[in-house]
């Protein structure tokens, strides 16, 4: 009998839930909580001080023209590369869903480090670079490459699971009705995939805005000129100043519980329209 | 519009999908490409549309070499078996969409297209349904938006793929018969991919029977139904039985049993095809086929008899008045039967 199998089954479900909601709220919780606590430690004006400090103020703006410039391209080369993979057969087409899933396999790192070695001082373009007074390394360049490459399947992820599974009936029913191309895309497929976007943009954000690693080996470290969120974050703790570098950390974990909180939210709209959407 | 399609072959890397297909529809003609999966028919009729392109041949609508134009520009109109409704366009906005795309020196004005909006839906029946999200609508309902959508663009060629496939059974069976009325007030030339004979039977002008790439048949319903030219297209177009016989001295003989079969310009392995409601139970001293009753069932006012012969592979069916035993050892005497060559190696039981 059902009911009395779930019965007997109670009291490994009630062990099972502790037991997750006990490491979620000890490894999850208790850190982004103790954040929160040590930022506001030297109370509030000291939080507003650490904040509005002008290299925390660098780091903030520097953060975002990053994010501003990384999350857009990554847009275009996602829609670009799923709808390549997704409508059309072409050789190579393997070789290109693997290429994407590189920066997940790859150490942050050591893509760091690959941008060093192309375009820094000793490496493979340095010298040209030099000659031309172009800098990429150790400034805000190298950072955009390095966020770039480190964010780069963020979209296409989303996206290509979405349009293979929505299949070509859609594009080719518009085709058939005379829509060029353009017409197909903006109309059709852009709104047919318009959720998952959205959501590989927002993961594309976080992750833009806190990556760490590969801009770490790029960045140079400049206070005021260099240095994002993130390094700034670190610099100050290495400085034994943990409220300020705990303030500032405060900031990216707002980012990351608003980024939840509009998953949630995106996640509850492909739920409830999903039938309509998908 | 006529269509002819002239040495049509395409492979799919080393399968080949269609090899030298030829075939012509007249003006106003509706046309089922008939089949089982894998036989071709999908890849024809979307080479007709110009969603695929073929490795060699032609085709021509109304005489016009047509062979490299797009889809867009042979002004066809295509169903797609799951309909392909765009999901966030109300049921108006899919219809309108042909005519919304155009470029703006030949867009008709917003009202015009709403007015022809407004006609197309009617005609399909939906005439209040065009704020709706395809969503909120019936399997056959949106069907009839697909046609509806397609239509807007004035095709000169409908082509509908599986067009009842998603459907129930009861619901098929309706939409069958409006969309033959359908076709004969609009006067378009239709063509429509299936695998149920029983659907291609009942609305087509012609059936075009097709297996692995090739066209087996192309004949009117009655044709292909009572005069078959092969054994697969027996087979395929009804319920069948087949048993391997030996055709000789004019008569097809089973396990030296002459059977009242005449088998004319035939000689050597053949295979004696029947369906169930041409046979029936034969006296103990008849010619005919010898078997052991299996399962006897009621079946639309008569019995369905299924049995066995022993060393020929499948059940044997036919349908009788009166219901033998499971167990009894029975006659099959074939009243309307066809002889084909055996197409493969002669089998083994039929000496």
Redesign the interface.
Known sequence: MPAAALRRAQPGRALLMTLAFGFLALFLVAPLAAVFVEALSKGIAAYGAAVVEPDALAAIKLTLIVAAISVPLNVVFGLAASWAITKFDFPGKSLLITLIDLPFSVSPVVSGLIYVLLFGAQGWLGPWLGAHDVQIIFAVPGIVLATMFITFPFVARELIPLMTEQGRDDEEAALSLGAGGWQTFRRVTLPNVRWALLYGVLLCNARAMGEFGAVSVVSGHIRGKTNTMPLHVEILYNEYNFAAAFAVASLLALLALVTLALKSLLEWRYGVHGKAVR | MSIKLANISKKYGAFSALHDINLRARPGEFLALLGPSGSGKTTLLRII???EFPDRGTVYFNNEDITHL???ERR???V?Q?Y?????MTVAENVG??LS??PRRERPPRRAIRARVRELLDLVQLGELGGR???QLSGGQRQRVALA??L??DPQLLLLDEPFGALDAKVRKDLRHWLRGFHDRVGLTSIFVTHDQEEALEVADRVVVMSNGAIEQVGTPSEVYDHPANAFVFDFVGESNRVPVIAADGHAIFRGRVLDIEAVGLRGAAELCFRPHDARLGAPGDAGLPATVLLARPREGRVRVQAEIAGVRGAIELDTDQAPEPGQAITIVPTRARLFPAAAAPDAAAA
Not at chain 2, 84 to 88: Q, T
Request: aromatic share 14%.
């Open positions: 549309a110009g969603l797009s889809v867009a066809i109109g295509f797609f799951q392909a409704l765009f999901k966030h969409f042909g795309v155009r999200l395809p969503a959508r397609a807007a663009v």
